[in-house]
């Protein structure tokens, strides 16, 4: 950037456009230091401020619509939400932890906001995660056009609407961006990016940061992508730069990255000191940059504000600011007991009597894949709100094949023939991107569409971790109920294959069960597969589906197709077996590994029980409690390793529950605590087998 600052020039802006831009820009900095002293008195907790980033927010905000558009912004985007409609009220609100703050409810930090009239969508504080949210939206966006039943059912649908995300340029190293951006510029969706480059990701300076410093200049060739760079510090500049930006996504030619360069002169948090790696001289020359200071000037030059009414705009400001920070000082503060709130939908039960609807069979039997996929084709004729994406799901991306082929359908085939059934806006296949998976899908679920994603093997859902964990599990508490994104991730689960090896025959699910906010089903009959899918789809929160990939074409689990309502409630566990001495819990491929153990035990005179859990969380204690009260005796038994597993959870409960009902120890089968091998005597030994079911019970029945 050039080193000397040249004066704005207002021409061609209206006076009010101006002088409205500068009130904001005033008010959002005045308001960072309303909120810098509040923190240092103790009387709000944390703060982060947009100092340095107005003039760039204002002039974005302005050329977006409230309530109409829809807004990803990042944590220095206060004067970005001051001018789409946030109240300094709001925002004071949140600083102080209110029962009342309208973005969280006294959970998150200040400068996470958000609003759900407005489309505000509430962010973590994960640098970067918003922008694969934000492409999501804008998919919604695009498939509200081409799906159009979908977009009758939308609450909010404009064909030239915009999806705006902002981001530091620290953010930018993250993956998701990368992610994004290809997608969004393949798919020319209508996503507006804003890299507010202040130089500085806390102490790491861009250069540091960013192949050769600039993000603009790697990011130029994206096919559609149209990529402009502005001083952000420049009122101006940044709005005539936003106006083209804007311009060219309304109009459906692809997404926009503008770069612009900003300042960040106050530390990065009041947790930081900035004057530990930025020079006295840095300081400066950041400061003659100061947004706000700069429009100033060009107002007063160009005579379009006159002494006085400056003063009557800086009275009305600090006036509005007091009488804020009074009512935010004296509002009162959230309930514990409202805690454990909106972790779930307050009003969609998947556990109630609604999903529990009896099964109409018809047909031959048939396998875990064939009527996973009939469900999930009903569910698509159901509701055009439904879509399916993944890798390779799609029968063949290239609509001129597929006439000509018989169509891929997934790796296991458990999407074969829906896209050439419901189209190739419905069913699609993804590039290999975990979490862009994942976060697109949270984009659409916000904006009411159903997405039923795939992970093609669970060993390879790591990447989407951050997206379930801080961003699709937490959304509906975080944002107080303000937002949720219900949505099916589907991923086989699993080994007992043989050759799957490490990579291929993962269990993991005690990692996803001890994640609030995620329900977590895993079938071990085709029957079931479908009910709990349908219950997964129907319900209104975010589902992770495990499908043991090794009872997807057993012939022991197979059911004729059940009709298109059939639906199990989640945390009822299914009385596999009576018995009266020893209760086995289970689920997975380990439900008919413990019968063909039952069976053998029988011989010796040990009736074994069996409950196959089939959801994990919630899960059902009432036949568990139930079950043990009358055997005594209990042995948990599952695929995924021993140690901290899912019946560690099981066992430590069942002791602090139903101690006085247990005649011995709570015993545990699992697999050891290692990967799976290749070879099959390998695998064989890791993964617990028919003869330690058992041998555990033997013990377990003998003590
Ligand atoms: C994924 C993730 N990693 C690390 C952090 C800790 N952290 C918070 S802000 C920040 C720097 C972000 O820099 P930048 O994107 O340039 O934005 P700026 O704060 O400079 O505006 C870091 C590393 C985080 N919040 N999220």
Redesign the pocket.
Known sequence: MATTIPIQKASGLSRELLIGAYRTMYLSRRLDDKEIQLKRQNRAYFQISGVG?EAINVATALHLKPSYDWFFP???DRAFCLQIGMTVLDMLLQSVGAKNDPSSGGRQMPSHWSSKKLHIVSQS?????QVLHAVGAAEASQYFSAVREAAELASSFHADEVAYVS??????S?GELWEALNWSANRKLPVLYVV???G???SVPVDV?TAGGSISRLVKDFPNLLTLECDGTDFVESYETVGKAVEHVRRRKGPALIHAHVI?PYS?SLSDDERLYKSEEVRQEEAKRDPVSRLLKCLVQERLLTEKELKDLETRVEKEIRAAADKALAAEPPSPETVMLYIYSPTVDPCAERFDHPPKFHGEPKTMVDLINACLRDEMTRDPRVVVFGEDVADCSHEDELAKVKGKGGVFKVTHGLQRHFGSARCYNSPITEAGIVGRALGMALRGLKPVVEIQFFDYIWPAM?QIRDELAVMRWRSDNGFSCPLVIRTPIGGYLAGGSIYHSQSGESIFTHIPGLRVVMPATALDANGLLRTAIRAADPVLFLEPKHLYRQTYNRSPYPGPDYMIPFGKAKLAREGSDLTIVTYGSLVNRSLQAAKALAEEGIQAEILDLRSLNPYDWELISASVKKTNRVLVAHEDTLSWGFGAEIAARLGDELFDFLDAPVRRLAAKDVYVPYHPLLEDAVLPQVADVVRACKELAAY
């Not at 981001?167 to 930018?172: F, V």
Request: hydrophobic share 25%; proline share 0%.
């Open positions: 980033h990042y944590y220095r504080s994960a640098t970067g995660t981001l530091g340029d620290g953010a930018t993250e507010e480059d202040n500085y990701a806390i940061q960040r990065h951050m």
